[in-house]
Structure formats: C-alpha cells, structure tokens
C-alpha cells in the first residue's frame, strides 16, 4: 500500500529563518516522489520532483530511501511561501496519492 | 494551452440527491483523476481514469462513480448524497505516461450538501 505522512499540520517561521516541511512514504517499491502547493485562492500545482532534482523557488527535497524520506527545505523562507504543501507519492502505478498536507505561514 | 476546466464550480444539493461534476482535461493528456479535499482529510483519491478504463480506484463507497468519454473529458456522479460528501472535488490530467506524472488541477467544484 502507499501511504504519506505530513507530521505537521501547521507550520509557522518567521521571514528570513529555514524551514523544512517533513514528509514520509510507505511504499515497498521505489517510488516517484513530488511535493505540490496550493497558493490562497490558486490551484494546486507542482512544485518539484525528486526525478528532476532541480530547485524551484528556493526549495529542495532530497529523497532519503533508507529513512523513507522526502522532506522539503528552503534556508531563507519569504512571506510568499505561505501556502499549502502536499507530499505525494507515485508507486506502482498512476495513482498519485497524496499527504494531508502542511500548512506553511511566514510571518514578517 | 487551455488548463484543467471543472464544471459547475459551485453546487448545492440536498440529501439523497445525486450530482453529476464534469472536468476537461488539458489537450493531449488522456488519464484524469478525480480527488476529494476536505480540511480533515486533506486530499483523497477517488479514482483514475485513462483512455476511458478506470485504471485505479480509491476506497470510497460504490456511491461514488466516474467514466472517462473518448476526447478524454471525464465525469463523476455520486449518488444518494450525505452530509459528509461536502467537499472540494478537485480533478486532475496528466499525460498518463508512467515516466510523466505531473498531474495539472483544476480549481475544482465546491460541493455543499444540505
């Protein structure tokens, strides 16, 4: 079975501080793993994958196999961070399954 | 490219009712997905469609139904509608490649049953 795990519900830095959102998976193959955001009032959209290994916005995930891991960092967070992050898993098939999510607030 | 179309975007319906929400997907991306969001919940796959097969399904009730038409526009229906089936009812495309899985959103129908 696939499963994710968003330990925090909300999460709240001050601008400037890092921020790490965690996420964990349960899955027995190797997965495809994805970080999306939700933006107040935008559609959920990706936000980066773990195949690309690229950075958008700031942020990166490294996936961590031995710790079924795929956490998502930024050194340096900025008011437009605030928004909703959802971790999500692709495994044997095309079904996307997603956390609960992790509502992230920057405050200035 | 036009993005993911949800249609209507906001419904009221009564218990016992039924509904039907439909999604165009973007041009070319023949799998679609339907998804139910709620603040406890968060996020929580109905089921996939892709070249008009249910590919994969999610654990919901058989009142919950979708298909998939030939241009690939995909519609779901719930039946004898609850309370607890208020939610944003979110839908997704992707090319459906295994090796391509951006899945694109729409902005979803908001579903309130009273």
């Known amino acids: 079975a696939q499963r994710v795990t968003q330990p925090?519900?909300?999460?709240s830095v001050f601008k400037?501080?890092?921020v790490e959102l965690k996420c964990n998976y349960s899955y027995s193959g190797s997965p495809e793993l994805f970080w999306y955001v939700q933006y107040s009032r935008q559609r959920l959209q990706l936000l980066l994958r773990h195949i690309s290994r690229e950075s958008i916005k700031g942020f990166t995930a490294d996936l961590n196999k031995g710790e079924t891991s795929f956490h998502l960092k930024k050194p340096f967070a900025q008011e437009e961070d605030s928004a909703m992050y959802y971790c999500a898993l692709v495994g044997g098939s095309e079904k996307l399954v997603f956390g609960k999510g992790t509502k992230l607030t920057v405050n200035p | 490219k036009a993005g993911v179309t949800q249609t209507p975007r906001y419904l009221i319906k009564t218990r016992g009712q039924q509904v039907t929400l439909?999604?165009?997907p973007i041009s070319g991306h023949r799998s679609v997905s339907w998804y139910q969001q709620t603040p406890g919940q968060g996020l929580q796959f109905l089921f996939e469609y892709f070249s008009e097969t249910q590919r994969n399904k999610g654990n919901f009730p058989g009142r919950f139904s979708g298909?998939?038409?030939?241009?690939?526009r995909s519609e779901m229906n719930v039946s004898t509608l609850e309370l607890g089936d208020s939610a944003l009812y979110l839908c997704a495309s992707s090319l459906g490649d295994r090796?391509?899985?951006?899945?694109?959103?729409?902005?979803?129908?908001?579903l309130t049953v009273v």
């Open chain 1, 16 to 18: 400037g501080a890092p």
């Open chain 2, 22 to 24: 439909s999604c165009s």
């Open chain 1, 8 to 11: 925090e519900k909300l999460l």
């Open chain 2, 99 to 110: 090796f391509v899985t951006e899945a694109f959103f729409g902005q979803g129908t908001r």
């Open chain 2, 67 to 72: 298909r998939q038409f030939s241009n690939s």
